[in-house]
């Protein structure tokens, strides 16, 4: 099994992307600079929960930038987890067409 690979990999490849994510900051690249959601997907093998991510890990998701990741674990700890990707649309500005974005990378698990 080489390093990549199993649940170590998934880790080494989230602390990739966050890490490129740093310099992309700190050398003034912006949301540009921020790999796509396949990316993400493909480094770390899993998916972003929205029931359990900070508001850094929902930034990992198309569409989400500081702003929406912010109202996102806000309105989860106000009104509780959501019990699906699709009640991602409690957010405010999240409507159809950015959940509907969201789908193949997020997951709303159960507690």
Known sequence: MSATEGQGGARVGAVAVLIYSAVALVLGWGDAARPAASEVARSTGELV??????ADRLRLLPE????????IVSEREA???????AELERVSGIGPAVRGGLEPWAVASGD
Do not use: I, L, T, Y
């Open 64 to 71: 989400v930038g500081p702003g929406r990741a912010h109202r």
């Open 79 to 85: 009104n509780g987890a959501f019990g699906s990707v």
């Open 49 to 54: 929960d929205v029931n359990r991510a900070d």
